[in-house]
């Protein structure tokens, strides 16, 4: 399996833009489709994007959709997320995760593993 580990994080104003990025673990980087999900205190966690095994495909939440950017560089073993235009309600905690079964479009977090620590985003007005 991979293991993963989020950075990136931090306090940002809204309207301000930050890159996470997931460092991988491991020679089976590149085989996985991957995700991003966050959570918010009291809430389950949110679907946010995912990216085919290439990079080649990408699938967004509306939430998200024009705001984030997924991509990877599967020689660096690294996942990022861009986050552009940040509102107040982006404020969570953001995971990377792989993905282990299902269509690699999938939402379900039930379909993702070796999720990563994660890593605290919070905006400010």
């Known amino acids: 399996q991979v293991q993963l580990v989020e950075s990136g994080g931090g306090l940002v104003q809204a309207g301000g833009s930050l890159r996470l990025s997931c460092a991988a673990s491991?020679?089976?980087?590149?085989?996985?489709?991957m995700g991003w999900f966050r959570q918010a205190p009291g809430k389950e966690r949110e679907f946010l994007a995912t990216?085919?095994?290439?990079?080649?495909?990408?699938y967004y939440a509306d939430s998200v959709k024009g705001r984030f950017a997924i991509s990877r560089d599967n020689a660096k073993n690294t996942l990022y997320l861009q986050m552009n235009s940040l509102k107040r309600e982006d404020t969570a905690v953001y995971y990377c995760?792989?993905?282990?079964?299902?269509?690699?479009?999938?939402?379900?977090?039930?379909?993702?593993?070796?999720w990563g620590q994660g890593t605290q985003v919070t905006v400010s007005s």
């Open positions: 990216i085919t095994w290439n990079g080649g495909n990408t």
């Open positions: 491991g020679r089976t980087f590149s085989s996985y489709a």
């Open positions: 995760a792989a993905k282990f079964q299902g269509d690699w479009y999938s939402r379900d977090p039930r379909d993702f593993g070796s």
